[in-house]
């Protein structure tokens, strides 16, 4: 017998932030695979109004948003904490120099709670990079304030011209057994 393993990443949740996203005029999303993003990126690849970029690393995600905000097309990019480390080059050389809105989902690995090793220090020092960048940033830990979060979130970006960062937190996508 074949048993299927369920995934205890939160699909209700997953639904929400995407509903959110959507309600806010969001067209396109950038991703590489991650255990937590798993169902926002299964509906962005299924829904025939929504393009979903996959990357080969995350940094490409954000010449894509530069090139989708010079199009007309409001973005996000989804990643976790060490694919926000891996982006600031072009982070800052692109979105910031260039005054380019850009919205950033980054699933919040690392903080209290964390099983795995190899997650704590990217989530440890997230948060300090964020604000070391003057990057804008709220936590997303229940679905109670997604959407309102989220809709501020993509204003800000977009009145700003800067990038902005949801931090998508253990409680909100993780449904612990």
Known sequence: MIRLAVSPVSASSSRVIYDALKGCGIGLMSALPETWLVHLIRMADEDPEMILVRLAKEEEGVGISAGAHLAGVKSAMLMQNHGFLASINGIVSCAQLYRIPLLMLI?????????????TEGGGVTEDLLRALRIPFVFLESQDHVSRRIHKAQTLAHSANKPVALLLCRDLMWEES
């Open 107 to 119: 699933s919040y690995r690392g903080e209290f709670g964390e099983r795995d090793p190899w997650q």
